[in-house]
């Protein structure tokens, strides 16, 4: 397993063995605090990484809960692994087959729940002090795609700024490194966000219709593995133009064709 201190705050991470393009170096799973402790996505169902997962929280005083962000496999496949070496702990989430229903605001034991809808519309962050777990709404490094649901961009540019607005000093996002300037780093997500849809504007002003055409203009900078969910945040993209009375008529819309 790869370990992940996080200096200042009583929080662990333990890195799944699951690499890929859209995971990075892996799923990061978070344990926060002891005697009990509390797990923010148990990742994959790998056998080495459940008991990885299971002797930190043993060392940690025990487990009180689980907490998922969203439902996506890679975040929440192992939860019933870890319950059941757990077996009396409650699982919180906004959405799924869950013992506690989340919402914004919610709290979770030593966790409060803030609504980030935009990867998932079930997505939330948990803050832990001026420690935020962020999942898949901000990575460590590299952008997320965002899902077509209703008002999934809008939505999600909204929750980027709240957790702005929470004078964070460090982030624990689902994959890559952890994030030492906060700040920096969901400015930069705002901007790269809002630089997209310019740029996207742009393309449509100069007659580009085209799924291909639009993602070949506005995405060049995606590698062919990423672009299939360039794709799905372009659906997204233009939800949000559609909502604003800003979209020209004639655009092809993709299909929602992301990953899990």
């Known amino acids: 397993m790869t370990r992940i201190d996080v200096p200042g705050h009583d929080i662990v991470g333990v890195r799944a063995s699951n690499p890929g393009p859209f995971t990075l170096t892996g799923t990061n799973s978070w344990i926060v605090g002891r005697d009990p402790a509390w797990l923010v996505d148990p990742g994959p169902a790998f056998h080495d990484h459940v008991k990885a997962l299971v002797e930190v929280a043993n060392r940690r005083g025990g487990l ?27 699982v919180a989430a906004a959405a799924g087959a869950i013992d506690v229903p989340l919402a914004d605001g919610s709290t979770f034991g030593s966790l409060e729940a803030l609504a980030t809808p935009g990867h998932a519309p079930d997505h939330l962050a948990f803050l832990f002090g001026t420690a935020a777990l962020t999942g898949d709404a901000v990575l460590g490094e590299g952008s997320v795609f965002i899902s077509p649901d209703p008002k999934a961009l809008a939505s999600y540019l909204e929750g980027l700024s709240r957790l702005r607005e929470r004078n964070l000093d460090v982030l624990c996002p689902g994959h890559g490194p952890m994030v030492c300037d906060p700040a920096a780093k969901l400015d930069e997500y705002i901007s790269h966000r809002l630089d997209r849809e310019r740029r996207l504007v742009a393309a449509l002003a100069g007659g580009k219709r085209g799924v291909d055409e639009m993602l070949d203009d506005v995405w060049d900078d995606a590698p062919p593995e990423l672009r299939p969910a360039a794709a799905v945040t372009l659906a997204a993209h233009l939800d949000k133009l559609a909502d604003e009375g800003r979209l020209p008529p004639g655009v092809e819309r993709p299909a929602f064709a992301g990953p899990a």
């Not at 689980?66 to 009396?88: S, Y």
């Open 64 to 90: 009180a809960g689980i907490a998922l962000t969203h439902q996506h496999a890679d975040h929440a496949e192992a939860t019933g692994a870890v319950c059941g070496e757990f077996p009396d702990v409650p």
